[in-house]
């Protein structure tokens, strides 16, 4: 296997984009491609996500996208696996580069949703769980994550200002994030003033619905040589899979896939948890933070919320958690979420965070999940 | 007598399950005679040990709540309900199903360890209620 490499990595800034997604997509891989110091002709393989494409009437458009690069004859497909789809199509193309089928690929995610009306995007939402088994009984994609929350609150008994807690930092680091859809800063009087969507959850335990494009490119060391940039070395690139229905799992403190992921990602790349300097976990609910800390195996089962209110997670903490923001205020396109996370482990490494560094990073760790945790994806970066 | 001899037909598709609940009022699921898992979640293996040699099992209409949220923001189904709680509930003789729950407005009018019971006959999905609660008690 061959050592792979992030050499670009590019992100426009999330919230309403006036282009379609095609449009985003093409730029911000255009961005990430030139920042890798290469050209779209270096590219031997697009890997691009965008689960609602078709609301835009629109699919198929991984060509669309390589033929607006000037590289219409280069393979690409379409993946999909709801919100952790980049992080999947970053996963392909790391056993395409680590393979030694191409020697450099683009991943690129996209997602536009603010043409829909919020019942229609909630909607959409919903059908990533089972829509026989969930949708149709009256779940809605808040109300499942809100499930999970009831059970973790039930074992674990905290007070609403916890999950403030986890709103309140992300806030904090999306302010600093020229990227992120929310910058600015909230309190905890904000947060606990806010309207009850799926109890426990409140509209600030949420992520919003977001436009957005993020790109990374992946290429073999040898391919390289002499990069432009500090790349980040791909350490481990590791998925898993677990039963959807919250029905069938043996236990509701946690997302199975998670664990699953977090083991693989470090057997194969032979560290253990303290070796990680900072993570961008799935945060698309607080509870979600607290389920993926210990899910991940950094911390014990029902820790995480003290370790958010005791400051643990703060960039200048002992585990700085989603500095970009995460996907609760930087915002979450759907299928730009996974190559966003690399955005940010890529800005931090790249003296590109400003405002926003976490101090003296050398290990990063990015975990995706796709909608209630029937998909997982944990990747491991570390500097040269 | 194997369970599925108490099954008036087969429910070998997600629309029998679905017309399981809301023609004949039965919670339908397989149990695996392997792993002995029950579910109420339509496949061909079971999804505990992955045998292929499920058998169609009646599921008990009783149970206990295990989580449940109250939506203020429903699903584009559930528009003229909300508020209602959306539930995870273990069934008596084993089993776990979801359902949604109209009678139930507030969290703080449901707790983990409820017991509830299937009401039949509504639409959409699988409807539950408050043992506590008419109607459909009995």
Redesign the interface.
Known sequence: MREAWVVGAASNRFGKMKETGREAATRVSLEAIRQAGLEPKDIGYTFVSNCFGLTEKQGHVGPLINGGLGIPDVPSCTIESACSSSSAGLHEAFVHVAGGFTDAALVVGVEKLSHLDTLTATSYFAEAADYAFETKNGATFPGLYATLANAYQKAFPMKPEVLGAVAIKNHANAARNPHAQFQKEITMETYLNSPMIASPLRLFDCCPFSDGAAAVVVAAKEFVKQPVTEPLVIRASARAGSITEMQDRPDLLGLPASRTAADKAFRQAGMDRKQIDFVEVHDCFTIAELLALEDLGFLPRGTAGKAEVDGVTARDGRLPVNPSGGLKAKGHPVSATGASQVVEIFEQFNGLAKGREVPRAETALAHNVGATGGSCSVHIFSRR | MPASDQLPSASHT?QE??HGYEEDHRLRGFRCPNCGLV????GLAC??CGKADLEETALSERGSV??????????????N?AP?A?V?VELDGG??????MPAVKS?RNLA?GDRVHFVPGYK???QFAKDADAPGVG
């Open positions: 997600i399950f679905v579910t109420a979640t339509w999804p505990r295990v989580a449940f949220t109250v939506l203020s923001v429903p699903g584009d189904e559930f528009l309900d209602y959306y995870v089993g776990r199903i979801t359902g949604w969290e983990i959409p999905g699988v």
